[in-house]
């Protein structure tokens, strides 16, 4: 399934899929390489950022203004009135409470959000999932490089962005950018702790399997979360990358290193957690921290990159969405199409791009999923054509093979 | 032993002393009590000590043998897997599943203080405890749980945490760690669970 029909979601949206199909036609698709663009005044940044787990898109960015919203996502629905009003980003989708960032980005038009995007993957395993996302294959297979390394590769040599080489933030560089183009690893802590959800999913285990290990483990994890309340952020951020303040210190190391002249210009990380099963929340509870965290992340990024910032994309993407319904445990289980946002100084932004696909059970994907309408690649391929300047061939060829048909989304960009 | 007089000129009388220890009957049923902690349980079966002490008296201390004895009992082999590897015992076998022999030793050391073991240094003579009772504390669990994700979010190229199950545990494989595993997030998340699972901790 391809998009040809995104659309720019700010008009009412009793009008949205009437105006769907001519909106096509505001796209030119580019067929001509833009090496340009890359070449010159721009000295372009790239961020990924990839969130595994599987973000839950209608928690993210809810279709508030969609009538069947509420009763599908029930409790966690995110709510346009109310104490946790999420944010207004147009008259039919609204931004969760817990991304001010995002939410001010969008409003001086840094920030674009795709929703009811996937990529071509359509089978609901995590490890699958993160690798067709992360390869930027069209099915499952596994591979040694990503889509953005060969981006890289595919540049021009002696251009500052290729052998600047990338950055892979963390203790392992994600898929997405390793490959034959040289990559530089960094992470903020060299010991990182594990994440709470490890630590739940093995007291959970444990529960069923070894009563006295969990035990032994559940004490071992509230100690150490009362000496965190107690000291402070002594010792740096003690939930690792993945807690609020790891994904801040991760996004805060590596926009310095992004900022540096001689710096690398293409960075890639993963934060992980996003796999809420259970007791998910909405405008508040756990969903709402870890994006709580994303958007510190992007405010990050956004002062330590100074003046690079105007050069500046961060993509942030997932492997797939959640269940349209929620379910026994208060959270979603894995599903099909979800969101990915852009943010940054080169973003044009304040545009919510979906071609909305509707929620009722007719138009769910199996009955089940939000649908998808956008093949994240048309995305990702108007990122990096119009960013780094690679050619629709390049871009249908080695970076993502066999993606002919998927055309790239244009004018994303400033 | 107490009491008695070694009147043995010199060294003899402590060689005297010391095999008189050797041969008393509660020298052999202290050996075959850690014996059996150790490779058994905290608590070893009361037959398998008594066999295991018999083994050693009848043979005069013959370590060999008392192995033997041990790998002949039914208890070694029925007893449900209770002990805790010690943090040696679990960063070897992390090694060893994860097929990534440590380059330097200095991993290994940090790892082994970090956990509680640092290497030759206990910290009293009696040396580290051999109970799992011992192990099994909150803060060692939280430590193993920290190094767990630290080898495994290391990993790039990894087999299918659920086939290296296999191959760790076997038929002992529990069906609710197998469905934990394949319910992760990230293979290093399910990777991380399997060097935490009771499969890989217990032994």
């Given at each position: ?17 009437a ?15 833009r ?6 005044a ?20 809810g ?6 919203y ?25 931004l969760?409470?817990?991304?001010p ?19 071509p ?21 596994r ?59 093995m ?38 990358m ?54 510190g992340?992007?405010?990050?990024f ?9 050069d ?39 545009r ?34 119009d960013?780094?300047?690679?050619g ?18 244009t004018?994303?960009?400033? | ?35 059996a ?16 002490a018999?083994?050693?008296r ?10 033997e ?7 070694a082999w ?5 002990k ?23 991993p ?13 240094a ?68 399910a990777?991380?669970?399997?060097l ?8």
């Open positions: 399934m391809t998009n040809m029909r995104a659309t720019f979601c700010e008009s009412a949206p009793l009008s949205r899929r105006m769907l199909t001519g909106a096509g036609a505001l796209f030119a698709w580019a067929h001509a390489p090496i340009a663009s890359a070449a010159g721009r000295d372009p940044r790239l961020v990924v950022i990839i969130l595994r787990g599987a973000l839950d898109g209608l928690s993210a960015v279709p508030v203004g969609d009538p069947d509420i009763g599908l996502h029930g409790e966690i629905a995110l709510s346009a009135t109310g104490p946790d009003a999420a944010r207004p980003l147009d008259s039919f989708f609204a969760n409470p817990g991304m960032t995002l939410h001010r980005l969008f409003a001086t038009k840094q920030a674009t959000i795709f929703h009811a995007v996937a990529t993957y359509r089978e609901r395993s995590h490890f699958d999932g993160q690798d067709v996302l992360e390869s930027g294959l069209p099915g499952v297979g591979t040694t490089s990503g889509w953005l390394n060969r981006a890289l590769a595919a540049l021009p040599a002696g251009q500052p962005i290729r052998s600047r080489g990338g950055l892979g933030v963390g203790v392992a560089t994600p898929l997405a950018l390793r490959g034959p183009a040289p990559v530089v690893g960094w992470a903020p802590q060299a010991l990182q702790p594990a994440g709470e959800d490890l630590g739940r999913r007291i959970d285990l444990y529960r069923h399997t070894d009563p006295a290990l969990a035990e032994a483990l559940a004490r071992g994890l509230e100690i150490d979360r009362l000496a965190s309340r107690e000291m402070g952020d002594e010792k740096g951020s003690r939930g690792g993945n807690s609020v303040a790891g994904m801040a210190q991760a996004a805060r190391g590596a926009a310095r290193l992004l900022a540096a002249p001689d710096g690398p210009r293409v960075a890639a990380l993963a934060f992980d957690g996003w796999d809420t099963h259970a007791n998910e929340g909405g405008p508040r509870g756990r969903l709402a921290q870890l994006l709580s965290g994303l958007d992340a992007f405010g990050e956004e002062k330590g990159l100074g003046d690079k910032w105007r500046t994309v961060i993509v942030t993407i997932t492997e797939f969405g959640r269940t349209a319904r929620i379910n026994g445990t208060t959270g979603t289980d894995h599903g099909t199409a979800t969101v990915a946002f852009l943010a940054g100084g080169a973003v044009a932004g304040g919510v791009i979906a071609d909305w696909p509707g929620l009722k059970s007719h138009q769910l994907h199996e009955n089940r999923d939000l649908r998808p309408t956008t093949d994240l690649r048309a995305m990702l391929k108007g990122v990096l054509g960013h780094l300047g690679l629709a061939a390049t871009l249908a060829g080695s970076v993502f093979p066999e993606s002919a048909t998927v055309k790239p989304v004018g994303l960009l400033t | 032993m107490l009491g008695r007089i070694y009147a043995q000129p010199d060294r003899a009388q402590g060689l005297a002393a010391l095999e008189e220890l050797a041969r008393h009957p509660s020298t052999a049923r202290h050996i075959a009590t850690k014996f902690r150790h490779f058994v349980a905290d608590e070893p079966p009361p037959a398998l000590v008594e066999r295991l018999r083994s050693f009848d043979t005069g201390g013959d370590l060999k043998a008392l192995a004895t041990l790998v002949a009992s039914p208890e029925s007893a449900p897997p209770t805790l590897r010690t943090p040696y015992e679990f960063l070897i076998a992390t090694a060893r599943m994860t097929g990534r022999a440590p380059i330097n030793a200095g290994i050391l940090g790892g082994l203080a970090s956990l509680g073991q640092p290497l030759w206990p910290a009293g003579p009696n040396g580290f405890a051999d109970t799992a009772a011992a192990w099994v504390s909150p803060e060692g669990m939280k430590a193993r749980l920290d190094l767990s994700w630290q080898v495994a979010s290391r990993i790039q190229d990894m087999s299918d945490p659920a086939e290296l199950l296999d191959k760790v545990a076997g038929a002992a494989a529990s069906p609710v760690t197998r469905q934990a595993l394949e319910r992760a997030e990230s293979r290093q998340q990777l991380a669970m399997l935490m699972s009771p499969e890989a901790q217990r032994r």
